[in-house]
């Protein structure tokens, strides 16, 4: 197993402007073991040396073997397309999500939209709904109520007037950032970034709407 220092860390934190609150978030650490990590006061060990390294790398930054880090070049974008890409999407979100029950929240037009650009039409793969479901907390604006889709009791929908929100959809999962775009009547696209601090900006941008937004009936 590849062996990771405290000092690695901290310098990964530094290079990606986190708190240590931040990198407890991606992780599901608490703020004090990774500065118990950091001091040096334990050694990472297994599994934490995997789930730090995942949601660094994710956020665009790798470890070096010579104790050091670095940015990683390329891969922060990745262009999902093509007739699988609302599986491919779904898996991504699912897997990011599972470990550690995370959060996905969305803008969409309707409630319709945003599940068939996770591949669920109908009864067709409802089953997505729910294991998304028991692996994340899952909320959604919508500016349209039509086209209602049957979804776990959990979600949560609020409803804002079109001209509140910026002029395009997307979910922000972990510290992913992925754009929808709909290619035809139930074919979509998506250009997912891997950068915690677009993902930061657009769940914070979320949370405002989100506290303005009026419950949908």
């Not at 240590?20 to 950091?38: F, V």
């Not at 001091?39 to 070096?64: M, N, S, W």
């Not at 604006?141 to 959990?154: C, I, K, N, R, Y």
């Amino acid at each position: 197993m590849y062996q990771l220092h405290g000092g690695q860390i901290k310098a990964a934190r530094a290079l990606l402007n986190w708190r240590r609150e931040d990198l407890a978030d991606m992780t599901g650490l608490s703020p004090s073991t990774i500065r118990n990590l950091e001091l040096g006061y334990k050694a990472p060990r297994g599994k934490t040396i995997t789930i730090i390294r995942q949601a660094v790398e994710d956020a665009g930054v790798e470890f070096t073997e010579d104790e050091g880090v670095r940015r990683k070049k390329g891969g922060d974008i990745i262009i999902i397309e093509g007739p699988y890409s609302c599986d491919m999407l779904f898996e991504d979100m699912l897997q990011t999500v599972k470990a550690k029950r995370g959060e996905v929240v969305g803008i969409f037009k309707s409630q319709d939209m945003m599940a068939k650009s996770l591949g669920v039409d109908g009864m067709v793969n409802m089953d997505r709904l729910k294991n998304l479901n028991g692996a994340a907390a899952v909320k959604c604006l919508f500016s349209d109520t039509s086209g209602a889709q049957a979804v776990p009791d959990e979600f949560q929908f609020r409803l804002v007037p079109g001209n509140s929100v910026m002029p395009m959809h997307y979910f922000v999962y972990d510290g992913k950032f992925a754009e929808v775009f709909p290619d035809g009547k139930d074919s979509f696209h998506f250009i997912l970034h891997k950068s915690f601090g677009l993902a930061k900006a657009f769940r914070d941008y979320f949370g405002i709407i989100w506290n303005m937004a009026a419950p949908l009936a």
